[in-house]
């Protein structure tokens, strides 16, 4: 099916490990993001790719880095995780300037002990 | 920048009885609003959205929502909700400049009791 594909749907690590998060769309999308989501906070944007070959920091960047590893893939990396990293990760896309077209993945539930 | 407000954290309703979602938004330019559903363990789900034109907008499973420029407000409304609507909803707000990203608001737990 189209879409976003995240992966993996969840995931431990302890304080200090590195990990990635991978997402993938399969709908030519040209804009891509990362939100964690937290209770009482909604979703809040970590960074975003808004084409090929360009990332942006958003809200809430520190501890997190990015790859736009080509059109399809946005990829997401802890390098030293955190308690505070505890969250659900979603990533998104977009098709093209207006604002319509987003569409969601499935989440990641990271869990830092 | 934007934000977005959403008034009430949690609405408990009864099944059948209608519900009203407040939620309120600032921003410097004109904006596109959306409203999301996310049900346990799942991801977010579009409801409906504004762009432009008719301010009264309707959206999946009976829900819909008026945008009001003068009180910058965008609540969604549904005349008789079903337990199946127990779900957060999340309010969000685009500008159509670069990058078009979502701003969200903190989100409303609907509980829906029969």
């Known amino acids: 099916n189209a879409g976003v594909t995240q992966t993996p749907k969840f995931q431990v690590l302890k304080t200090g490990q590195s990990m990635t998060l991978q997402c993938a769309q399969d709908?030519?999308?040209?804009?891509m993001y990362w939100y964690r989501q937290d209770p009482g906070m909604g979703l809040r944007l970590i960074y975003y790719s808004a084409s090929e070959g360009t990332t942006d920091k958003g809200e809430v960047p520190n501890g997190y880095n990015v790859s736009r590893l080509n059109k399809r893939e946005f990829s997401l990396r802890l390098e030293s995780a955190a308690p505070s990293q505890t969250s659900v990760y979603f990533c998104?896309?977009?098709?093209?300037?207006?604002?319509?077209?987003?569409?969601f993945g499935s989440g990641t539930r990271l869990t830092v002990v | 920048a934007q934000s977005v407000t959403q008034l009430d954290s949690q609405v408990p309703v009864f099944e059948e009885a209608p519900v009203e979602l407040r939620c309120n938004y600032s921003s410097s330019v004109s904006v596109y609003l959306f409203w999301y559903v996310q049900y346990p363990n799942q991801g977010l789900q579009l409801l409906l959205k504004y762009l432009s034109g008719s301010t009264l907008v309707k959206g999946i499973n009976g829900f819909e929502a008026e945008f009001n420029k003068s009180q910058t407000s965008f609540h969604l409304r549904k005349p008789s909700v079903h337990i199946s609507d127990t779900a957060e909803y999340f309010c969000?707000?685009?500008?159509?400049?670069?990058?078009?990203?979502?701003?969200f608001g903190g989100g409303t737990r609907l509980m829906v009791k029969p």
């Open positions: 709908m030519n999308h040209n804009s």
């Open positions: 998104a896309s977009r098709a093209q300037q207006g604002a319509s077209g987003y569409t």
């Open positions: 969000a707000v685009s500008t159509g400049n670069a990058g078009n990203m979502l701003t």
